[in-house]
């Protein structure tokens, strides 16, 4: 019998295009545990099959029939469009009804396959939103069936929010950031109690080790309080590799999340909340980095996104010279920050354009850029980004000359936050057409643009007044459950309380944010695509702007419509393409 099962929470419909990534999070977790000698079973339903299950066919079909015609009348005729909706509405609602009734009997079974198998430590990672309330409910099935059974969360969710997280959920206990050394140290506490399990005598346990300052990372609770114990310092040399099998690889997406660091090398945005997560900036050791890649070209596996916050050139250009050393074959994207200072040194300027070349060389196909907003006192007071206008425009630049001097098409998709904050003197509306101006300068293949939130432990929350934003008394609550998918159309985004900023109220916020996004696309670029959607739809056969949008329209139905057909077909041709680059390095 396994130690322990790993559930990776999802909703009842794909949040994006990428959602069917391989899971590397639980798979990583799986292969550190293991290689201590601990069984772990690792159960993901985010796969094109398991949401199949959710909707009878004929209403999908339906439904996809609906999206398209609202789309297309969305465009063509918007009266006939409003009229329409209605109808529109009530197919989704109805869909909407059978997913949640039978993801409730999904979850109903696992927690019964929990109680029948005897396992006794069920682990959860959780991510945000409908997912999150489905996660709850699943803990509250098990404890319902059988509360000898100790719940952990792990996850983004339980990382940010942290006791918040427990206050609003039925876990045991909650692990915050990385989970392998306080998960390694519960399993051999609960082996120990294994032959006479009692769950009050492993907490104890749990609580003592605690005490020792040995078990980090950990959330818990003790005489009706929750508690946060100490972080540890993460050591990228020690992370093992993510350990894929048949049940983690089936209908996934064949692209490998690889770990080359944790945290930010500026970590001071904010709006952001890596610093919370991480205190500097802690990268993997290149050899360990492009050994992982080795390895999982050797499982047949061939593209891969960079899962750092950002990956620097010049530490970029250091694991892309060793991919060239090793002769492998490999496309990737990356996530890359402006370079501080470029526009006034030719020096710094020469070395990111070789560090690009030398990317490019080695497969990179797509960045992920966060210029957040095209006016510099926006930048330097609101976002305190530390970069400026020429800082965003010149790396891009330099990324652009190196395509050239290689010979290699690759793409850039800049993150824009709007509406911001203001500060004393500046409009929004002045910010509206900065940011304009900035695309039409930097003219990159998609933007991105995403409404300001303060989540909680950004400076945006813990400063909130002094931004002059407006956080009601529940609004933690709301938030972590809240469904904010940026691909999605905005009017489809629920409402979200008397949350203000300035003047606007959340749907003011909403519609300023569609306002610059089709001003955006009046300019012929493509909108929400990042650089790992940019990176699967290249792997499809999507090549060039008109056919970015084209990934973008089909695959937007699809999420909508929740009839993944065209994602199904994108998949395929994905995984081909994947597989065949993994075998062009099997005499290497």
Known sequence: MEDMWLWNSIATRKRSPSDGFLENGLTLLKGHLQSRSYRVKVIDWQKNQFYRKLCPTALLKLNRACTRLIFFLGKRNRTSAKAFFPVFLTVQNAVVFFQHRRMKRHLRQLAEDVVKSGIKVFGVKVWYGEAFTWADQLAREIIKKDPSVLIVAGGFHVTLYEKDFLKHSSFDLGVISEGEIPLEIILSIARKHAEHWDKEAVCRDILLRVQSGELKNLLYRQNGAIHLTPKYTPRGEEKS???????????????????????????????????????????RPVEHIVGEMEHMIQEGIGLFKFAGSETPPDFGKKIAQQLLDRQLQVQYSMGCRPIRGIAGSEARYAEVVEAFAVMLRSGLRAIF?????????????????????????????????????????????????????????????????????????????????????????????????????HIPHDFIERVMTYEYVLYKPLSLWPSFGNARVGNLDFQGWLSECERLRREIELRDIPTDLTDEYILMAEAAGYRGKESMKRFKRDTLIDLVSSDYRNIDRITAAVNRLSLELSRENKHR
């Not at 064949?254 to 930010?264: E, K, R």
């Not at 050239?404 to 003197?425: M, N, R």
């Open 241 to 283: 590799y993510p350990l894929y099998d048949e049940g983690t690889r089936e209908d996934k997406l064949a692209i490998h999340l690889v770990l080359d660091s944790l945290g930010c090398p500026w970590g001071k945005c904010n709006f952001c909340v890596h610093p919370h997560f991480y205190a500097r900036h802690y990268p």
């Open 369 to 469: 850029m966060g210029g957040e907003s095209g006016n510099d006192i926006i930048n330097e007071h609101v976002m305190r980004k530390g970069v400026n206008r020429a800082d965003i425009l010149t790396t891009v630049r330099a990324y652009r000359e190196a395509q050239q001097k290689v010979g290699v098409q690759a793409y850039v998709s800049l993150a824009l936050i709007y509406p911001s904050p203001l500060t004393a003197g500046i409009s929004l509306e002045q910010v509206f057409r900065d940011n304009i101006t900035l695309v039409e300068e930097m003219q990159p293949d998609s933007v991105i643009v995403s409404p300001c939130m303060p989540f909680k432990n950004s400076q945006w929350y813990k400063r909130a007044e002094e931004f002059d934003f």
